[in-house]
């Protein structure tokens, strides 16, 4: 059974850095496109980053509004895909998912989120930032 757990999340300042975690099961993530997505109350799903599951290195991509704050990686050994977050806003409050995707969306270069039947996600991390 594929599942995904993520994990990292907290209360955070303004202006702080916090890595995500996603453990993958029953699947390779090096296999896999793997994205990361945010739900904020009352918001819409948003996309912020997606991993590509190309052989030799990882693409990546991110959605336009990312502007060099987040970072996703990979690493196959542990089954775990991270997101880093500088510089933490508290518009960046919400709770912070993981997906198993069949590929990466990208339009003009942009990650955008968009979640098929098939789609794995797990239970959410949520990240409040608050001074």
């Known amino acids: 059974q594929k599942q995904l757990v993520e994990s990292g999340g907290g209360f955070m300042k303004p202006g702080s850095s916090l890595r995500l975690s996603c453990a993958a099961s029953?699947?390779?993530?090096?296999?896999?496109?793997i994205g990361w997505f945010r739900q904020a109350p009352g918001q819409e799903r948003e996309g912020i980053a997606c991993?590509?599951?190309?052989?030799?290195?990882?693409?990546?991509y991110y959605a336009r509004f990312v502007k060099g704050r987040f970072t996703i990686s990979r690493d196959n050994a542990k089954n775990t895909v991270y997101l880093q977050i500088d510089t933490l806003k508290p518009d960046d409050t919400a709770v912070y998912y993981c997906v198993r995707e069949e590929l990466c969306s990208v339009w003009g270069g942009n990650y955008f989120l968009d979640l098929r039947p098939d789609d794995v996600w797990g239970q959410g991390t949520q990240v409040t930032v608050s001074s």
């Open positions: 029953g699947f390779r993530v090096e296999d896999s496109a």
């Open positions: 991993i590509s599951n190309n052989d030799g290195p990882a693409t990546t």
